[in-house]
Every structure is written in structure tokens, then in C-alpha cells.
């Protein structure tokens, strides 16, 4: 009888320990979950700044463009669709002379390069914390399934 009584204690020892094993291991889970989670969070909220930065850049780019549009001197007209062509061979038939052509076209080039640099920088901006984001994400998944592994070569 002492020898089933040691064999019981042994196996409720060891059941013991596995429940031990298994309640580090959810914990560690759980930390790693949270880990995750908080990481995507931070992506999110990285990429919906990004969204409102690039929102408002188009916004400044619209304006920027109407303000390029509208002629100077003048006050501000409000162009539709269909009337931006007529009112734009209008400013162009009030300049004076081939330099004022010339000089209004060289501003405008100008602006819209400008403008094109300005959307292609915060694009790679956008892609650059994009892709850190991911990668730290990722070394966060990678770093749990290390760990994870690591204990359950402990426990085998």
C-alpha cells in the first residue's frame, strides 16, 4: 500500500508541476498577446496619423491649386468644372506679352513640382513607418514563438 500511496504522490506531484508549466505558459501567452496587441495599436494609430497628414496635404495641395489657378490681381473666382478651361484661356489671353506667358507657366511648373516633392516625401514617409511597424511587429511574433518553443523543449 505505501508503494500505490507513492506512486499517487508522485503523480500528483507531477500533475502539480505540469499545472505549474501550463499556468507560466498561458501567462506568458497572455504577456505576448498584449504585447501584440499593443503594437498593432500603435501601427494604427501611426497609420491614421499618416492618413490625416495625407488628407490634409491634398486639401493644401487643392488650395494651393486654386490659389495657382486663380488670376493675380483679381478677386477670387469660383471656377466649375466645365468653366475652368474657358476662365484659364481668359488669363491666359489677358497676359500681355510671351515673357508674362512664360513667367506665369514657369510658376506654375514650379508649384506643381513642388507639390509632386512634397506628396512623394510623405509617401515615403508613410512607407518607412509602415514598414518598421511591420518589422517590429513581426520581431514581437517571432520573439513569442522563440519563447514558446524554448518551453516546450524545457518541458520535453
Not at 500511496?5 to 502539480?16: K, Y
Not at 510671351?98 to 509617401?123: F, G, H, M, S
Request: hydrophobic share 40%.
Amino acid at each position: 500500500m505505501t508503494m500505490n500511496q507513492n506512486l499517487t504522490q508522485q503523480w500528483l506531484a507531477e500533475i502539480q508541476a505540469i499545472k505549474q508549466q501550463m499556468a507560466q505558459l498561458q501567462q506568458e501567452r497572455d504577456a505576448a498577446w498584449e504585447s501584440a496587441e499593443k503594437w498593432r495599436q500603435l501601427y494604427n494609430t501611426e497609420a491614421e496619423q499618416r492618413r490625416r497628414d495625407t488628407h490634409l496635404s491634398q486639401v493644401a495641395i487643392a488650395s494651393l491649386k486654386a490659389e495657382v489657378e486663380k488670376p493675380q490681381g483679381i478677386e477670387a473666382r469660383i471656377y466649375v468644372e466645365d468653366t475652368a478651361v474657358t476662365a484659364i484661356q481668359q488669363e491666359i489671353a489677358e497676359l500681355k506679352s510671351v515673357e508674362e506667358l512664360q513667367a506665369k507657366l514657369i510658376a506654375v511648373v514650379k508649384e506643381r513640382d513642388r507639390l509632386v516633392q512634397a506628396l512623394k516625401t510623405e509617401q515615403e514617409n508613410h512607407a518607412q513607418t509602415r514598414k518598421s511597424l511591420t518589422t517590429a511587429l513581426g520581431d514581437a511574433i517571432d520573439s513569442l514563438a522563440h519563447q514558446r518553443a524554448e518551453a516546450e523543449t524545457e518541458n520535453s
